[in-house]
């Protein structure tokens, strides 16, 4: 099966560990890319304020999870 | 607690925090201790429970269907593909403006950070086969329960066929209802093992 069927096959499976798995891994997906972006933007000198409303949640909310982390940032 | 259990039974437990592990479950249940019975191969319980036709896959299986298995640690390119995610593309992208590794990069500097915190640290350490997992309070009866049933037939030891008639007589958690799920008349399951054992016999 080509590569594009077993993706189109898959899609319109009404299986439900399938979708949940997806589910769980676009989460931790979701989750890497957020702390990746929230790096860059700190190490281009963003505030909480701005990043917290660009993502649509909470200064607190942002800062309370990622201060303190510096992730790329460490390796300059 | 485990002075008495003998080498077999002491395997038991380990294998019992071994599956929880890999189920990443953040306890150690009954049903745990279950897998761990029926894991110790050297032991008098998994013989008597494969006598009994219980199957090690299907209380596998059993534990995931009723309690589920814990928080995916990282993204699936093949789920992901089932709903139009090309992990791959996603990955080249960051790349591109991120440097070689930059998804694993922030995924393992944030597992560092978590070692330090509270709540995610202690996931994240179980998650990674580190530190300590508890008995549930069922778990913890099953074991009090299992030497109980060995001194009420006279052993001055604990072996795997105690912690079955432990499993058995606590008989209310998710092992017992596996158990029962899987056809076992739990009045005859406790005779066969007593009949094998009989007072101060030396079975592990």
Redesign the interface.
């Known amino acids: 099966m080509s590569q594009t069927n077993?993706?189109a096959t898959?899609?319109s499976?009404r299986d439900p560990s399938?979708?949940l798995?997806?589910?769980?891994?676009?989460?931790?997906?979701v989750?890497?890319?957020q702390?990746?972006q929230i790096?860059?933007a700190r190490s281009q000198g963003w505030s909480w304020q701005q990043i917290a409303s660009v993502l649509g949640v909470s200064k607190q909310a942002v800062h309370k999870k990622y201060a303190?982390?510096r992730?790329?940032g460490?390796r300059r | 607690m485990f002075q008495r259990f003998t080498h077999s039974a002491r395997q038991v437990v380990v294998l019992a925090q071994a599956e929880a592990r890999s189920l990443r479950h953040n306890h150690i249940g009954t049903e745990h201790l279950l897998l761990g019975l029926l894991g110790e191969t050297e032991g008098l319980a998994a013989r008597i429970l494969n006598e009994l036709g219980v199957d090690r896959d299907d209380v596998h299986q059993g534990v995931v269907d009723y309690a589920g298995a814990g928080p995916v640690n990282q993204p699936d390119a093949v789920a992901l593909d089932a709903i139009g995610i090309d992990l791959d593309a996603v990955r080249r992208r960051v790349e591109e403006a991120f440097g070689p590794n930059a998804l694993e990069r922030t995924r393992a500097a944030r597992a560092r950070t978590e070692k330090h915190r509270g709540v995610r640290a202690r996931r994240h350490r179980r998650s990674c086969g580190e530190g300590h997992i508890a008995f549930t309070p069922r778990a913890k009866k099953t074991l009090e329960l299992s030497l109980r049933e060995a001194l009420a037939l006279g052993h001055g030891y604990v072996g795997t066929e105690h912690i079955l008639l432990g499993v058995l007589r606590e008989g209310q958690g998710l092992a017992a209802l596996l158990l029962s799920r899987s056809g076992i008349d739990f009045d005859l399951a406790r005779r066969r093992i007593v009949e094998e054992i009989g007072p101060d016999s030396n079975a592990g």
């Open positions: 077993k993706l898959a899609a499976s399938v979708g798995r997806a589910v769980a891994s676009l989460r931790v997906l989750e890497d890319l702390e990746l790096d860059n303190g982390r992730l790329l460490r």
